[in-house]
């Protein structure tokens, strides 16, 4: 069993301390102190690309820049690092979509993934003309899929469907090898599609109790349609040294936060109609309204699982907190229950990515969970990591 690796690129801005974003945000209500340019997330993906990570995540939505524009610039600062570029179906026609990716991955092959987002936010949505209801999103986005998949086989493709309206599009070159879909989504509607259409399934930090539950629902789906997906899961992370270190970072980044900034970026999240969020804000539902949030171990869900990322941020609100023996020990967990993949990310995001890679990575390696571009050398000393693990 070895798992898969990617770290995620903070395009609205980046701080030592905790940046709101994501779902219910509005544009512009993101960034932080450290400007997110092209020399910054260079730095990020060339050090991802070091340790060995597969790929890096770029979001979408108004509060960040756009993701195949960066990945496109970031693609000439690295060698072999792909890109997890998310999009959203229905913004633009399925025969451009294909059309990107499959030039995307003629002058990088095999460096362009596709996280597909369906969108949570009806108001967001709005804001780039799109009018659909949640329900409906679903049901364009699985004819948008269909189109984006048999133009990928080379098909010439006319389809006249609920909301998908091609005739005779094609591709002049089809991308080799096909990029992979990753998908997300926690409803009803999210289910069918995922299994019908995706490579990997991802879902954000919940319990493992939680994400086996998702695994399964969704497994069960895709054997109905003759397919086996992959499964990852999106996460934060506070990897030190010792255990007492780690948390004593997360009660830092949680004790720059007062009652009116978390309320306020609660009231933006509750206008979301994503099932995940719900879920992520129920995660720190009670300490929110018994006023115990301020407690950093108070917000520990389960082992080294900690909530109060969500506070302030929509999307991924939970973070694996521990040594760094503690947070391979967690990743050796989820990967038993059937994740395949880690999407990680922490503040700021390129010094976490340092602790995580010189501390846990080395672990991971050592107890065979992780294999993927080990490191020519071993440097005399590693900065931040100690003896202790």
């Avoid at 009018?131 to 409906?136: N, P, R």
């Avoid at 080799?176 to 599609?193: D, E, K």
């Amino acid at each position: 069993m070895s798992v898969t690796l990617h770290w995620f690129l903070p395009t609205y801005g980046d701080s030592r301390f905790i940046v709101g974003g994501g779902h219910g945000t509005p544009a512009g209500g993101a960034g932080g102190d450290r400007e997110a340019s092209i020399d910054y997330l260079a730095s990020i993906v060339r050090a991802a690309e070091r340790f060995g990570f597969t790929g890096a995540l770029i979001p979408t939505g108004a509060w960040c820049e756009d993701a195949f524009i960066t990945a496109a610039l970031l693609a000439r600062e690295t060698t072999t690092l792909a890109f997890l570029v998310a999009f959203r179906p229905g913004l633009v026609s399925p025969t451009l979509s294909a059309q990107m990716a499959a030039t995307f991955a003629r002058h990088a092959p095999g460096r362009i993934l596709l996280n597909v987002v369906v969108g949570g936010e009806a108001h967001e949505q709005r804001a780039f003309g799109d009018h659909l209801d949640k329900d409906a999103r679903y049901r364009r986005c699985d004819e948008f899929l269909d189109v984006v998949r048999r133009l990928w086989a080379g098909e010439t493709v006319t389809h006249r469907g609920e909301f998908v309206d091609v005739e005779e599009a094609a591709l002049a070159l089809p991308p080799t090898p096909v990029p992979p879909l990753y998908f997300g989504g926690s409803s009803a509607a999210a289910g069918p599609v995922a299994a019908r259409h995706s490579d990997v399934y991802l879902t954000w930090g919940e319990p493992p109790a939680a994400v086996r539950e998702k695994i399964e629902w969704i497994r069960a789906l895709g054997e109905e349609h003759g397919r086996k997906l992959r499964f990852g899961i999106r996460l934060h992370t506070i990897s030190r040294d010792t255990s007492e270190e780690a948390w004593a970072q997360a009660d830092r980044l949680v004790s720059a936060l007062d009652q009116q900034t978390v309320t306020a970026a609660q009231a933006g999240l509750a206008r979301s109609q994503s099932e995940g969020q719900r879920r992520m804000l129920a995660l720190h539902q009670a300490n929110r309204v018994n006023g115990t949030w301020g407690d950093v171990r108070s917000l520990e869900i389960a082992p080294n699982l900690w909530a109060g990322v969500g506070l302030v941020r929509g999307g991924a609100g939970t973070a694996l907190v521990g040594s760094h023996t503690e947070v391979a020990d967690r990743i050796a967990e989820y990967a038993e229950i059937g994740i395949d993949e880690f999407i990680f990310s922490g503040y700021p995001h390129l010094e976490e990515l340092f602790w995580f890679g010189e501390g846990v990575v080395p672990i991971l390696r050592e107890r065979g969970l992780f294999g993927a571009g080990a490191q020519r050398d071993t440097p005399a000393s590693i900065p931040f990591v100690g003896a202790a693990r």
